[in-house]
């Protein structure tokens, strides 16, 4: 079945540099995305979502890219720091019927910083 | 503003036993989903309630596990007999009344062990 995934289960990287966190998604129907982040023992914090009429959206420190194209969607983290260090999940919703607002999670990736 | 609250946070069961996991959605928000977590997974979508209704529960094992939203009080997901694979992090997650939105807020999640 369609699903969403994750080009890489793990990342490291030096506290200060940039972090890009990748997703591949197979449903083209798929017209909104989220990134949340996992810490240990805790459930999933909402990071920065977009919608698929969207190509990009920033926030405080994080950039989402959406390729429709290729069905791929990044995560950007400026200036990583020790407290990004978490699992970092995508998820989409694809509309229809009843599966309004349900959401199918990708595998995740890890996110280690060093100080 | 107090978010979504889940009790327990730690359940532990023996074979056969009942589970029960409640959930109270954050203020004004209508719209509860329940998502189950394997260790080193993502999350996997069970069940989407609104108040007194399912809208959809293709996620949810046929038998032992069932999940209501009463007009008063916390949403309740009930695994019947509960055997070792019902083992998981079970993860409440609401969303605002008034349509257009996606955007799910996550609780702390009930982690159950059975034994």
């Known amino acids: 079945g369609e699903s969403v995934g994750l080009h890489l289960p793990t990342l490291s990287v030096q506290e200060g540099d940039n972090s890009i966190i990748n997703c591949a998604y197979s449903n083209s129907a798929s017209d909104y995305f989220i990134w949340y982040k996992q810490e240990s023992g805790k459930g999933p914090q909402f990071i920065i979502d977009i919608r698929s009429n969207m190509d990009k959206r920033q926030g405080q420190r994080v950039t989402v890219l959406l390729n429709k194209t290729v069905k791929h969607l990044s995560l950007q983290i400026a200036a990583t720091q020790p407290g990004d260090s978490a699992v970092y999940f995508c998820?989409?919703?694809?509309?229809?019927?009843?599966?309004?607002?349900?959401?199918?999670f990708g595998q995740g990736t890890i996110l280690t910083v060093h100080p | 503003n107090a978010g979504v609250m889940q009790n327990p946070r730690h359940l532990v069961r023996r074979r056969g036993q009942e589970a029960r996991l409640r959930c109270s959605p954050m203020k004004g928000h209508s719209h509860v989903y329940w998502y189950r977590q394997l260790p080193e997974e993502g999350l996997k979508f069970m069940v989407y309630l609104q108040k007194e209704n399912i809208i959809d529960e293709s996620g949810m094992p046929k038998e032992r596990f069932s999940a209501e939203f009463p007009k008063e009080g916390p949403s309740i997901l009930r695994i019947q007999q509960v055997v070792r694979g019902d083992s998981a992090a079970y993860f409440c997650?609401?969303?605002?009344?008034?349509?257009?939105?996606?955007?799910?807020?996550f609780g702390p999640g009930t982690r159950l062990t059975v034994t």
């Open positions: 997650a609401s969303s605002p009344a008034y349509g257009g939105s996606y955007e799910q807020y």
């Open positions: 998820a989409e919703n694809i509309p229809g019927g009843t599966s309004y607002g349900k959401l199918t």
